[in-house]
């Protein structure tokens, strides 16, 4: 079983920057397609953005796209999220998803509307 655990949310200012960072254990490879989401409090969760297992391939929700970059390293097990330029609107619990199927564009977001895996989530609030 996989587990799936976040770190390096916090508070900033408009327009600062904050690296999210997922952990994968429980095996000795990463999951295949591994992403982002967001859930504002009285929102719904909601796709921030995806990655292939190759990491070649990478999908954004309009609302980040140009402002967030998700990357990994496979050899650390770890998919990461750069956060710049944030926004107030940006403020949510951050949740690390994954699955064992690859993927590629927009089939990546398909894919993680249902993933294998969750992680509990780490919270970043943007000030203004």
């Known amino acids: 079983q996989v587990q799936l655990v976040e770190s390096g949310g916090g508070l900033v200012q408009a327009g600062g920057s904050l690296r999210l960072s997922c952990a994968a254990s429980?095996?000795?490879?990463?999951?295949?397609?591994m992403g982002w989401f967001r859930q504002a409090p009285g929102k719904e969760r909601e796709f921030v953005a995806a990655i292939s297992w190759r990491g070649g391939s990478t999908y954004y929700a309009d609302s980040v796209k140009g402002r967030f970059t998700i990357t990994r390293d496979n050899a650390k097990n770890t998919v990461y999220l750069q956060m710049n330029s944030l926004k107030p609107e940006d403020t949510a619990v951050y949740y690390c998803?994954?699955?064992?199927?690859?993927?590629?564009?927009?089939?990546?977001?398909?894919?993680?509307?249902?993933?294998?895996?969750w992680g509990q989530g780490t919270q970043v609030t943007v000030s203004s």
């Open positions: 998803a994954a699955d064992d199927n690859d993927c590629s564009g927009y089939g990546c977001y398909v894919i993680l509307l249902r993933p294998d895996y």
């Open positions: 429980g095996r000795t490879f990463s999951p295949y397609a």
